[in-house]
């Protein structure tokens, strides 16, 4: 079976790392994977794609067409006659972008439902990462598919080692946030806030972004704990990996976090009220300790090799 992945290389969301990691675990199932990368944003860019496209189809005999996010779909669209296309939606491209205040964005919004109605009538199968995206499409050529965790890549380890490679001092109370701080839908401002409210100048709140995707094991099991105040997530693979770790988590109740944390020891789901935030940090640094959450990630089949499985289960039903 031979999948063509199609994906952006120019955007700031970090997903090119998240997409070569389920590359790669399709591979070790036996699937041969190659990759298309849109390295050009904008209208002239997206349609420029769309000629590279035909050309690498020309040169290329590929099964099936596999496009993750919605963007990305729209270049593979004029070629889903001559192929199944798959569809993997990240979150707010059926979600829609959020403003500062948490309102949606107009436009993103008659983006968002242009894309449920693709999903419906035009594409072949869609895969999204949670309940909240499934019921946004309500049909039934869709599955629920979060993306999967290497769990030989992130691991619980040492802390003091951790800190000693990314040059955190061993006292300092490491409150970590994945995510570049100038995406508004990740909500830094409200991190920022309950972090003040907390008080302690040995709690430090570290942003984390444009590392090197293998780094992050470093990160998060440096940390204190993982914080994360999105408006809205598909299923975020911070927890994910943070889980994998074994690190404790503050999150707002976005995509399948509640169900990612039901009940795990040192885990804490919260509003987007600062104070509420700042306490449940306090708990969760007072934790000092390891939690369960690999295990959890283990249970619930979240590692890449299981989501592998269940992703060539939809390419054999679509070849089919």
Same mark, same amino acid.
């Given at each position: ?6 994906? /952006? ?66 270049? =593979? ?19 829609? %972008?959020?403003?500062?205040?948490? *309102?949606?964005?107009?436009? /993103?919004?008659?983006?968002?439902? $242009? ?10 199968? *869609? ?24 769990? *030989?890549? $992130? ?26 701080? /100038? ?17 302690? %100048? ?16 470093? $990160? ?57 935030? =700042? ?7 007072? $934790?000092?300790?390891? %939690? ?29």
């Amino acid at each position: 079976m031979k999948v063509l992945f199609i994906s /952006s290389t120019h955007n700031k969301a970090g997903r090119g790392s998240i997409v070569r990691m389920q590359g790669e675990s399709l591979s070790r199932q036996g699937v041969e994977v190659y990759y298309f990368g849109i390295d050009r944003g904008g209208f002239a860019g997206y349609i420029s794609s769309i000629f590279q496209l035909g050309r690498s189809l020309r040169r290329n005999k590929v099964d099936i067409l596999h496009a993750h996010y919605g963007l990305s779909a729209l270049v =593979a669209l004029p070629f889903k006659i001559r192929f199944p296309l798959v569809v993997s939606f990240m979150g707010d491209d059926i979600l829609g %972008t959020n403003n500062e205040d948490g *309102t949606i964005r107009k436009g /993103s919004l008659l983006l968002a439902r $242009f894309n449920v109605f693709l999903s419906k009538w035009i594409f072949t199968h *869609t895969i999204v990462k949670s309940r909240q995206m499934f019921e946004k499409l309500n049909h039934r050529k869709a599955s629920i598919i979060a993306n999967g965790v290497n769990l *030989t890549l $992130f691991r619980p380890a040492d802390k003091a080692e951790a800190r000693a490679i990314i040059g955190e001092a061993s006292t300092t109370k490491l409150i970590l946030f994945l995510s570049d701080p /100038s995406r508004v839908e990740k909500n830094y401002r409200l991190a920022e806030k309950a972090v003040l409210l907390i008080g302690d %100048t040995d709690v430090k709140l570290l942003a984390v972004y444009r590392h090197e995707y293998l780094s992050l094991v470093d $990160f998060y099991n440096a940390a204190d704990v993982i914080l994360l105040t999105s408006f809205h997530e598909g299923s975020p693979n911070v927890i994910k990996e943070a889980m994998a770790c074994n690190c404790p988590v503050v999150s707002t109740d976005v995509g399948d976090v509640k169900w990612l944390l039901d009940g795990l020891e040192g885990c804490y789901i919260v509003s987007q009220d600062p104070i509420e935030i =700042a306490n449940k940090l306090l708990m969760a640094l007072n $934790f000092n300790k390891k %939690t369960k959450g690999r295990e959890r990630i283990i249970q619930l089949g979240l590692d890449s090799k299981s989501i592998a499985r269940e992703i060539v289960k939809v390419y054999e039903k679509v070849i089919n």
